[in-house]
């Protein structure tokens, strides 16, 4: 090129996203029977596509410098959120009004009167 810039071969990127896909495709229907293994081969493999479209599709291979300062709002929320929802969600703040059966997941009859039920209808 004479203005000395350089262009990606998109048509290679491409066929390395598919290559891809095909491995997260193959990674998720093998019979692996560890789950963990294969989640985090897929995720990993999801996170290399997202690299290939963000560096080549989306040009930040060719940008300066400062697009880092742009992803400090993201990384400011990527970590507050977690940590704003952890009291609810993290150290189970709420309890659990109905209990469940641990075998079905559902809902299980429960006698108010056995369980020490705070009725005090009786007393009117």
Not at 25 to 54: E, Q, R, S
Not at 87 to 107: E, L
Request: proline letters at 6%; charged letters at 15%.
């Amino acid at each position: 090129m004479a203005d000395g810039q350089h262009h990606p071969n998109y048509l290679m990127i491409f066929a390395a996203l598919c290559v891809c896909t095909l491995l997260s495709v193959a990674a998720d229907v093998l019979p692996i029977d560890n789950a963990l293994i294969v989640g985090v081969v897929v995720m990993a493999i999801a996170t290399a596509k997202a690299l290939f479209v963000l560096m080549y599709f989306m040009h930040l291979k060719f940008e300066g410098k400062w697009k880092f300062i742009l992803l400090a709002p993201t990384v400011i929320l990527a970590i507050g959120l977690p940590l704003a929802l952890l009291p609810d969600v993290g150290v189970h703040y709420y309890r659990v009004d109905v209990a469940q059966d641990p075998a079905t997941g559902s809902a299980s009859e429960i006698d108010p009167d056995a369980a020490g039920s705070d009725d005090h209808s009786e007393s009117h």
